[in-house]
């Protein structure tokens, strides 16, 4: 027997904001799934807005998810109306009636990716940033990216991108996508060509998968602070607890830590990599930059997390996450200066979302140029990494230090502005 339900009418409800600075509010109302609650926070962070309350309750069937977010005044929210529709779990009529068969349940078919090939007579001050945030809007997933400086000045960027409308091989879509860029490039641009990449290109764009043993030392070897000598802020005033008494079915996990942008997302996404079931959770952002999570959780078989190393393991990987959800370094590249970030890609095989586009905003901020950009995937001690590496133009001018681009890198993908 299925589920009742109006499935077409109330599976997502936006109720947006009646006054500036008021949280819009979200609701999901559908059949459950794992990792829908990670599904979902992704997508409201792709659309860079942030949860600042959230509730979630679930029987293992259904799901109730209620998510106050604040953000950006020009969302389009019919548009993430149709992306969170997407996630949720589908159904099936009968008579009229709608019934969740999660036996129809199917694996999407990988999107095709495309190359775009961009040509510009001379670089400008945040020239990439302008590109990206163009395909953003456009809803064009960068997957990975080469740019390069010739020595004359002119810029060459090879974009694998791939479409959430599905539309990019079509005349019409890639018109409207070369007329967006145009627009934003001006005299700058040379030319542009989009085309789908076969299985030779995307193999030849893939890069080496060897990272210099330095790169791997500096920002993948983070160990977790002694709570008791650390004394950073940030350090200081995280928490993870687990407790098995308050619930004969469940465990309680209770996080309070400093919030981030995609904090939500990134406890959603570790939960779902543990493969552990969220039954009940509440969440909270205060004014004082604080984010507190009570979660009532339980393993895949239905039992509590009752093994003390699979609680220390949960608990270290959920406190890993919330204090490095992005690894952020600057170093030397030979003569040069260069800009690492690196974020772990979920099971699924999808990135973090606008990792890039804050980058590169972060950058434009600072007044950098860049002069060159590779973007790889590494399996780095059993973890798949997305890693960006930026070179960074010393051109007349660059007088920032070290530690203040990557202070004001990380602050931006942190959303600590």
């Known amino acids: 027997m299925g589920v009742l339900y109006d499935y077409d009418e109330d599976v997502v409800l936006i109720r947006q904001a009646e006054k500036p600075g008021d949280p819009t509010e979200i609701t999901v109302n559908c059949p459950d799934k794992t990792g829908l609650g990670c599904d979902l926070c992704r997508i409201i962070l792709q659309f860079g807005l942030s949860i600042s309350r959230g509730d979630v309750s679930t029987d293992g069937k259904w799901c109730y998810i209620l998510f106050w977010v604040v953000g950006k005044p020009n969302t389009r929210w019919n548009l993430l109306h149709i992306r969170l ?41 945040g020239l990439l940033h302008d590109v990206t945030e163009v395909l953003c809007e456009l809803e064009l997933t960068i997957k990975r990216v080469k740019i390069s400086t010739a020595p004359d000045g002119r810029v060459m960027g090879l974009f694998f991108v791939t479409d959430t409308r599905n539309e ?41 998968s060897f990272l210099p043993p330095a790169i791997t030392e500096e920002i993948f070897s983070l160990e977790l602070p002694n709570e008791r000598s650390n004394g950073s802020a940030v350090s200081n005033s995280l928490s993870v607890t687990m407790d098995n008494s308050l619930s004969p079915s469940h465990t309680l996990v209770q996080i309070i830590c400093l919030d981030h942008k995609g904090l939500i997302y990134d406890i959603m996404r570790t939960l779902k990599e543990y493969n552990i079931q ?140």
């Open 278 to 417: 969220t039954s009940y959770g509440r969440f909270f952002a205060n004014a004082k930059g604080m984010c507190e999570a009570d979660l009532l959780v339980m393993q895949v078989d239905g039992k509590k997390i009752v093994d003390p190393n699979k609680q220390n393991a949960l608990s270290s990987r959920l406190r890993m996450e919330l204090l490095h959800p992005l690894r952020v370094a600057v170093r030397s590249r030979g003569p040069d200066t260069e800009l690492l970030v690196a974020n772990p890609v979920e099971l699924s095989g999808r990135g973090r979302p606008l990792v890039f586009y804050d980058i590169t905003l972060a950058l434009k901020i600072l007044n950098i140029q860049i002069f060159s950009v590779e973007i790889g995937r590494h399996m780095i001690r059993d973890r798949e990494w997305e890693v960006y590496r930026i070179l960074l133009d010393e051109g007349d001018g660059f007088c920032l230090s070290r530690n203040k681009i990557e202070e004001g890198v990380r602050k931006k993908l942190m959303g600590w502005e």
């Open 85 to 125: 529709l997407e996630v949720c779990p589908s159904c099936s009529s009968a008579s009229g009636i709608i019934y969740y068969k999660p036996e129809f349940q199917q694996q999407p078919k990988p999107p095709d990716v495309f190359l775009l090939k961009l040509w510009c007579y001379h670089d400008r001050k």
């Open 168 to 208: 990019l091989h079509t005349k019409k879509r890639q018109e409207d996508t070369i007329n967006h860029l145009e627009a934003v490039l001006g005299d700058a641009m040379m030319s542009i060509e989009i085309e789908l990449a076969g299985s030779e290109v995307t193999a030849c764009s893939q890069g080496s």
